[in-house]
């Protein structure tokens, strides 16, 4: 009986002693490395996240790696360059003179009224017409200050070195819209008046009626009211958002047809029909500037 006894105490000290050796030898990770390891692998993803949202660096016309200059440029207040085109009569002859706003992909030979308006409407009104390719496009430098007001600027300055007069007339062509409503908000005393063809909305306007805006926003795809938040509320991850690969990014620079009826359809294989003739000098200076 004893010697039973003495067989379930050593079987028991047998399985203390097991545990004890086993909680002895197994590997703990000093916290002081474990701490330094997780802010090294911190720290790299802060670089990748921050390497990833930067654009690669334009390039510049004009410079021994850039593109070359064919068209008429000015030079602005901070020594960006403005490419621009005139089209219709002369401006010294003109009656109307006006400024239009391309939107985007596009550039200043995307002048969609001097390119669609009859000739003879053109001549009997007096009409002029000037484009330029927005900053970053075409053969304008790209604008890395750019903002809401620096836009409206260099419109008020484009027609100062053009010679337009006191007050010009402003159209802004989708995209374009907005940056013809800066210019309501930013130069209005220079302004003979504003015309937006078919603007795209900024959901974020005080002015436009909440509700209204909710509802068309709503009706907008998924992936493109992403991409709109991820605009408005984090512009500096704008980049990022337009070339990673994990989610769907904005629809509308890959012009998908899903966006336009049917008539909207027709009318755009009218205006972009001749398109093909320049359209790889839309983004001579790189594609995200």
């Given at each position: 009986m004893a010697t039973g006894v003495n067989r379930k105490i050593s079987a028991a000290s047998a399985r203390s002693h097991s545990r004890r050796a086993n909680k002895s030898s197994s590997f703990q990770l000093?916290?002081?490395?474990l701490r330094t390891t997780l802010a090294v692998l911190f720290i790299g993803f802060l670089a990748w996240a921050y390497q990833a949202a930067q654009p690669p660096p334009p390039k510049i016309c004009g410079t021994p790696d850039g593109p070359?200059?064919?068209a008429p440029r000015i030079k602005l207040r901070d020594g960006r360059h403005l490419a621009y085109k005139e089209h219709c009569v002369p401006k010294d002859e003109a009656k109307?003179?006006?400024i239009f706003v391309h939107g985007i992909n596009s550039?200043?030979?995307d002048?969609?009224?001097a390119n669609t308006l009859s000739p003879d409407?053109?001549?009997e009104l007096g009409v002029y017409i000037v484009s330029f390719d927005r900053p970053g496009y075409g053969e304008s430098d790209p604008d890395p200050n750019r903002t809401s007001k620096s836009i409206a600027l260099d419109i008020e300055e484009l027609a100062d070195q053009l010679g337009l007069g006191s007050k010009f007339y402003v159209v802004g062509f989708s995209m374009g819209g907005q940056i013809a409503w800066n210019c309501l908000k930013?130069?209005?005393?220079?302004?003979?008046g504003v015309a937006l063809l078919a603007p795209v909305v900024n959901y974020w306007w005080l002015d436009?009626?909440?509700n209204l805006t909710a509802e068309v926003y709503s009706q907008t795809k998924l992936q493109d009211q992403w991409a709109l938040r991820i605009a408005h509320y984090t512009p500096w991850l704008t980049y990022w958002w337009n070339t990673q690969r994990w989610f769907p990014s904005c629809s509308v620079p890959s012009h998908s047809p899903d966006n336009f009826s049917k008539q909207d359809r027709e009318l755009l294989s009218k205006l972009l029909g001749h398109k093909g003739n320049y359209e790889v000098s839309i983004m001579l200076l790189g594609e995200y500037n």
């Amino acid at each position: 009986m004893a010697t039973g006894v003495n067989r379930k105490i050593s079987a028991a000290s047998a399985r203390s002693h097991s545990r004890r050796a086993n909680k002895s030898s197994s590997f703990q990770l000093p916290a002081g490395i474990l701490r330094t390891t997780l802010a090294v692998l911190f720290i790299g993803f802060l670089a990748w996240a921050y390497q990833a949202a930067q654009p690669p660096p334009p390039k510049i016309c004009g410079t021994p790696d850039g593109p070359p200059i064919t068209a008429p440029r000015i030079k602005l207040r901070d020594g960006r360059h403005l490419a621009y085109k005139e089209h219709c009569v002369p401006k010294d002859e003109a009656k109307y003179k006006i400024i239009f706003v391309h939107g985007i992909n596009s550039c200043r030979h995307d002048a969609v009224i001097a390119n669609t308006l009859s000739p003879d409407i053109v001549k009997e009104l007096g009409v002029y017409i000037v484009s330029f390719d927005r900053p970053g496009y075409g053969e304008s430098d790209p604008d890395p200050n750019r903002t809401s007001k620096s836009i409206a600027l260099d419109i008020e300055e484009l027609a100062d070195q053009l010679g337009l007069g006191s007050k010009f007339y402003v159209v802004g062509f989708s995209m374009g819209g907005q940056i013809a409503w800066n210019c309501l908000k930013y130069i209005p005393h220079r302004l003979a008046g504003v015309a937006l063809l078919a603007p795209v909305v900024n959901y974020w306007w005080l002015d436009l009626p909440a509700n209204l805006t909710a509802e068309v926003y709503s009706q907008t795809k998924l992936q493109d009211q992403w991409a709109l938040r991820i605009a408005h509320y984090t512009p500096w991850l704008t980049y990022w958002w337009n070339t990673q690969r994990w989610f769907p990014s904005c629809s509308v620079p890959s012009h998908s047809p899903d966006n336009f009826s049917k008539q909207d359809r027709e009318l755009l294989s009218k205006l972009l029909g001749h398109k093909g003739n320049y359209e790889v000098s839309i983004m001579l200076l790189g594609e995200y500037n």
